[in-house]
């Protein structure tokens, strides 16, 4: 999904700044499946509020500057809606621990361990998470996305561990000088 989408799906939920947006890509539930930046957010915000599908006030705060709190249009609703019903992308699973496990056997086991310790630590924790933030208000498709997103950790982690001997195997011994790329000779 396109940030615009993402931002319109969320305000779909309720009034929200710039800022609250940008916290549930990073803290909210959305953390586990979208990414967005402020520098992509804002400009969204400000476009989609020229399109007239945002409206925005500001809100005053105590000594701080005034905040814009945005609200989905109708018009806004039909543009989500049609963003909902169009053709969407295959998942794509961006991980630098994949990354880095590509090249284990450029690693000292002990480095090896330590990562997949860390990522399994990493994905119970949001199993965790994920599983204390079920409340009476999900609608179905919160539920259904918040036990996806369980399930999609609980097998990351069952995986690790059941298999982690193999990469572990693959990685150099902890004394064993690091491989050194050597320029041909011409």
Known sequence: MDVRSMCLGLLAFGDASGYEIKKEFEQGPLRHFMDASFGSIYPALTRMTEDGLLECRMESQDKRPDKKVYSITAKGTEALEAALAGPISIDKVKSD?????LFADRLPRSRVRALIDEQITFVKDSVAELEETEVGSDNA??????????AINKAQADFLERNRHFIEAAARDDDQPALRHVEPVS
């Open 97 to 101: 621990f994949s990354f880095v496990m």
């Open 141 to 150: 498709g919160a539920s259904f996305v918040r036990r996806y997103g369980i």
